[in-house]
């Protein structure tokens, strides 16, 4: 098992930038992968970004060039950076790390780009 801690959500105005914040509770270094995933009122959760052990990052289309996920093994934490905030990125957003098969899961910190 794994706690994760997600921060930084909010209330931010559209063209502003946001950092999340996920801090697991135990060595990142077992999870094969790390991502943020997001769930707009109505929508499934969709995939925002992830990185691996490796460093290799993924990213969704709709956050392309606007977004940026890092990792600090020595602190347990992962970071996801969106610039250039729209409605559309409203959202509850969702750590996830992923072991082998099972993947675990954030509370959810939500987020609301709103003027």
């Known amino acids: 098992q794994v706690q994760l801690v997600e921060s930084g959500g909010g209330l931010v105005q559209p063209g502003g930038s946001l950092r999340l914040s996920c801090a697991a509770s135990?060595?990142?270094?077992?999870?094969?992968?790390m991502g943020w995933y997001r769930q707009a009122p109505g929508k499934g959760r969709e995939l925002v970004a992830s990185?691996?052990?490796?460093?290799?990052?993924n990213y969704a289309d709709t956050v392309k060039g606007r977004a940026l996920i890092f990792r600090d093994n020595s602190a347990n934490t992962v970071w996801l950076h969106l610039d250039s905030l729209s409605p559309e990125d409203t959202a509850v957003y969702f750590c996830?790390?992923?072991?082998?098969?099972?993947?675990?899961w954030g509370q959810g910190t939500q987020v609301t780009v709103s003027s």
């Open positions: 135990r060595n990142m270094l077992d999870f094969n992968r």
């Open positions: 990185i691996n052990l490796g460093g290799v990052t």
């Open positions: 996830n790390a992923q072991e082998g098969r099972t993947n675990y």
